[in-house]
C-alpha cells in the first residue's frame, strides 16, 4: 500500500492490510463458491470448501462426467473473480473521480481488490492441474479425443512442465532480484508440482480399483456377534479373545443388522453388561456402508471417504453378510496391481 498510496499515517496502512485480508478470504471463498453451486446444479455433492495459504478447493465427491460440465464447473470461479475485479475496479474509478481528495483508505482497499481478484481469475487458468485451467484443459482434450484417461494423463504432465518452470524462474530472481518474492513463485512451483503429482497418482489408483470387485478382495471368514449377545459375554468371547476394536452383528440368518465397537460396550457401567444386548447399543445397518459384491473397488472407496467409516461390509440382495472389505484391503489391492503392471511395462521395454 504505502508504495501505491505513499504519505499516509500507520494507522491507515494498518486498516487497509486488514481489511485487504478480509477481502482476500471472501475473494478466494466466493470463487470456490462459484464452483460448488454450479457442482450442485449438475447434482453433484459438494462436501466441503477448503481455504489454505496457495487459495481454496471446493471437495466435490466425483469428477464431472461430461467435458460441458467440467468446462463450466471450472470456468465458473475465474468467472467470478474476473466479475468481481471489474466491480471493484468501477467502484475504484467512481470514488478516486468524484472524490478526488476522499479517503485514501477506501480507495486503497477497492484498488486492492480489482488487482487481487484479476489476479485470482488469471493465475487460476494456468493449465496446470489442480488449478482450474488444468481441467479446462482436460474438458477440452477429452471433448476433441474423447480419452479421459490420455487428457487427464496429458494435462497433468502440463502442469508439472509449468510448475519446474516457475521453479525456474524462482530461483533466478532469488539471486538476481528479490529473494521473498522467489521464494513465493519456488513454493507456487512446488504446489503445482505436488498437486499435479498426487491427482495422476490418485487417477491411476482410481482407474486401477475400477477393475477390481468387492468379491476378489473381501475377507470371507467373517467374525460377527449374534444380536442377543450380552455385553458381558462380547468382551470376553469376541472383543478379548479376538483383540478387535468392532464387530459385526448379525441375526439366525447370517443377515447384517448393525456393528458394535469396544467403545459402545466399555461406555455401558459394568452392573448394567449382562442385562444389555449388543443390539441395543450397536450402530444400525442403515448407518454402514454395505455393498454388493460385484460393486467396484472404487465406488467402496469413495463411499468410505464419503461416511467417514473404514469398512465396508458385503452382503447379498437378502442382506447376508458374505464379507468385509477394510482400506487397507484397497489399498492393499491397488498397490499390488499397480506394481504388477509396471514391472509388466518394464518387460515390454
Not at 471437495?59 to 461430461?66: M, Q, V
Amino acid at each position: 500500500m504505502p508504495e501505491f498510496f505513499p504519505e499516509l499515517s500507520s494507522i491507515e496502512y494498518w486498516a487497509m492490510g486488514i481489511a485487504g485480508a478480509f477481502l482476500l478470504f471472501v475473494s478466494v471463498l466466493l470463487h470456490e463458491l462459484s464452483h460448488s453451486i454450479v457442482a450442485m446444479k449438475y447434482g453433484i455433492n459438494v462436501r466441503q470448501i477448503i481455504l489454505f495459504i496457495f487459495g481454496g478447493v471446493s471437495d466435490i465427491e466425483e469428477e464431472p462426467k461430461t467435458p460441458r460440465k467440467e468446462l463450466e464447473i471450472s470456468f465458473a470461479g475465474p468467472a467470478t473473480s474476473f466479475a468481481l475485479s471489474a466491480i471493484f475496479a468501477l467502484s475504484w474509478w467512481v470514488v478516486s473521480t468524484l472524490l478526488p481528495g476522499g479517503p485514501k483508505v477506501i480507495e486503497g482497499v477497492l484498488f486492492y481488490g480489482a488487482f487481487l481478484n484479476a489476479l485470482l481469475g488469471g493465475f487460476n487458468l494456468i493449465p496446470a492441474f489442480p488449478l482450474d485451467g488444468g481441467r479446462l484443459l482436460r474438458a477440452t482434450l477429452v471433448k476433441r479425443n474423447q480419452n479421459f484417461d490420455q487428457a487427464t494423463r496429458t494435462a497433468a504432465k502440463v502442469g508439472i512442465a509449468i510448475s519446474y518452470v516457475f521453479m525456474g524462474i524462482g530461483f533466478f530472481i532469488m539471486f538476481t532480484g528479490s529473494f521473498l518474492g522467489g521464494i513465493w513463485l519456488l513454493l507456487i512451483g512446488w504446489f503445482l508440482q505436488s498437486g499435479a503429482q498426487s491427482y495422476l497418482y490418485q487417477h491411476d489408483i482410481t482407474a486401477i480399483l475400477s477393475k477390481v470387485r468387492l468379491e476378489e478382495i473381501m475377507n470371507p471368514r467373517v467374525i460377527s456377534i449374534p444380536y442377543e449377545t450380552d455385553l458381558d459375554a462380547s468382551l470376553k468371547s469376541y472383543f478379548g479373545a479376538y483383540m478387535k476394536s468392532a464387530f459385526p452383528v448379525t441375526d439366525e440368518q447370517n443377515r447384517l443388522v448393525g456393528m458394535v465397537t469396544l467403545k459402545n460396550v466399555t461406555a455401558v457401567p459394568e452392573n448394567r453388561r449382562q442385562d444389555t444386548t449388543v443390539q441395543e447399543i450397536m450402530v444400525p445397518a442403515a448407518k454402514l456402508v454395505i455393498m454388493d459384491s460385484d460393486r467396484r473397488a472404487d465406488e467402496a472407496l469413495m463411499q468410505m471417504a464419503r461416511t467417514g467409516v473404514g469398512k465396508v461390509f458385503v452382503c447379498n440382495a437378502g442382506g447376508r453378510l458374505l464379507g468385509v472389505v477394510s482400506k487397507t484391503d484397497i489399498l492393499e489391492a491397488a498397490s499390488e496391481r499397480r506394481e504388477f503392471a509396471e514391472s509388466l511395462g518394464e518387460q515390454k521395454r
